[in-house]
């Protein structure tokens, strides 16, 4: 197997990742001096904030990901290959992937990050995740096929399995599913499963600690605190989960709950990667990089977004896990690469935010804090506007407007691949 990429004199950048950074700085670098390899083990870009509408069957993958080839149509300076990458030999200056080895002028890092389940093997098999598209297509799927199986359940005990939901963690993904789950029982449950008792399902929120979106305003998460409330999620703060098996959650306050399907986001960690020194890493095994995004010690060998551990006065235990940093930090890198800028990176927050179902959002500014109807237009807009491609931002447009007016969403196809058992 080969990657198949001819010589060239041009300065190669390799690319490893197209997510907000890899992607955000291969667009930079299109139609530059560099000849750009952009690798991915996906051929397409996931917008990963609205993961969890595509689970609640709100929207189709393909309005949240966009194909990595379409974007470089008009750039020939720019290669893609699909590939998953193994190790890297920084003395020879080579990547070695699934497809092959590939040599690099100057190599970057960008593969983001994955769920931390903190060394518990027990909830590596029994929890689900909500890290790429796969996963929110079979939590969709899920979902669907256990409130099938709860309309075949006379047990009671038995049925609460299939269609109570727990959720562990609560920032803002796990906030922003919790309301989702909630409307998706409120409001679409009793019309199609007209013969199951929507009071039966329940949906827990579960937080270590004392209370939800710990990097927001105190307002925002009191606020998101009253919101989930409000549309009868059950929210358990300063609680931990001790165990979940399959069928039962278990928790530090001797709670048990009948639930088959436990979502993890309680936490998120990067994968080591073969071939850099061991004193590259830091906290959540992130990579330390300096104000040039250089991982410490190497010449030509870069790190951005969720993987690089960069500290700046303002954020002494490196910047938040967000869209922002990584594109911010992508776009310092191309200045960077094509010479314009020697000045350090820092990091200018914009703000951050969360929406709780229908009409409900908190957004935290950097001078001040709003939440409500306002909040959530805001949080539409913005996350229309940050996705990529005309098609995808009216695709998602109409189904917003259509779930509105509607109360409802027109996805909820049970669609299992041939040689897959049903989850
Ligand atoms: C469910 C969810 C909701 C979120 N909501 C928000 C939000 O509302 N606002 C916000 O700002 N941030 C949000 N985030 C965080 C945000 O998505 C990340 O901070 C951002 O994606 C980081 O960008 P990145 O480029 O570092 O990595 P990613 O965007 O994760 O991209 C990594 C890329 O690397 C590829 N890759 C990984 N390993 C390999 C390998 N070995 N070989 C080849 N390719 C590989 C992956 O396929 C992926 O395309 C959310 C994250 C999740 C999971």
Redesign the pocket.
């Known amino acids: 197997m080969s990657l198949n990429i001819k010589e060239t004199t041009k300065k190669r950048v390799v690319i490893?990742?197209?997510?907000?950074?890899?992607?955000s700085l291969a667009r930079k670098l299109a139609k530059s001096e560099f000849e750009v390899v952009l690798?991915?083990?996906?051929n397409y870009?996931?917008f990963?904030?609205l993961?969890?509408q595509v689970a609640m069957a709100g929207l189709e993958p393909s309005a949240i990901s966009f194909p990595l080839r379409k974007v470089f149509q008009k750039s020939k300076n720019v290669i893609i290959r699909i590939?998953?990458?193994?190790s890297i030999d920084t003395e020879k200056n080579e990547v070695h992937?699934s497809l092959g080895s590939l040599q690099y002028d100057h190599l970057v890092l960008?593969?983001?990050?994955t769920t931390n389940f903190f060394g518990n093997e027990e909830l590596e098999k029994n929890a689900l995740t909500?890290?790429?598209t796969e996963d929110a297509l079979y939590l969709r799927n899920k979902i669907l096929l256990d409130y099938e199986s709860a309309l075949l359940t006379a047990d009671y005990d038995k049925r609460q399995g299939y269609i109570d939901i727990v959720i562990v963690g609560g920032g803002?993904?796990g906030v922003?599913l919790a309301g989702a789950l909630a409307e998706m029982r409120n409001f679409i449950l009793p019309k199609d499963y007209k013969e199951l008792d929507n009071s039966e399902v329940d949906i827990y929120l579960i937080q270590s600690g004392e209370k939800l979106l710990q990097g927001m305003s105190e307002k925002s998460s009191r606020k998101a605190l009253e919101f989930l409330q409000k549309i009868g999620v059950e929210v358990l703060l300063n609680t931990r989960v001790t165990s979940v098996d399959g069928e039962y959650v278990k928790t530090n306050t001797d709670k048990s709950i009948r639930a088959k399907k436990v979502i993890w986001?309680a936490g998120?960690t990067c994968?080591t990667i073969e071939g850099l020194r061991s004193d590259c890493y830091c906290r959540g095994n992130r990579i330390a990089v300096d104000r040039s995004h250089l991982i410490k010690g190497y010449k030509n060998v870069y790190a951005?977004?969720?993987?690089a551990f960069m500290e700046e006065e303002k954020y002494p235990n490196g910047h938040p896990?967000?869209?922002?940093?990584?594109i911010q930090q992508a776009r310092n890198l191309a200045k960077i690469l094509k010479g314009k800028s020697e000045s350090p990176f820092s990091y200018k927050d914009l703000g951050?935010?969360?929406t709780i179902g229908r009409n409900k959002a908190v957004v935290d500014l950097p001078s001040f804090s709003f939440t409500g109807f306002f909040a959530w237009i805001m949080w539409l807009i913005v996350?229309l506007a940050s996705l990529i491609g005309v098609r995808n931002r009216f695709l998602v447009l109409f189904n917003w407007m259509w779930n509105y007016v509607t109360y409802d969403q027109s996805l909820r196809l049970i669609i299992r691949t041939k040689n897959r058992k049903a989850p």
């Open positions: 490893v990742g197209a997510g907000f950074a890899g992607l690798l991915d083990r996906y870009h996931q990963q904030p993961f969890y590939c998953e990458l193994e992937t960008s593969m983001g990050a909500m890290k790429s803002a993904t922003e986001a998120i994968r951005l977004g969720d993987l896990q967000v869209a922002q940093v990584a951050s935010m969360a996350h």
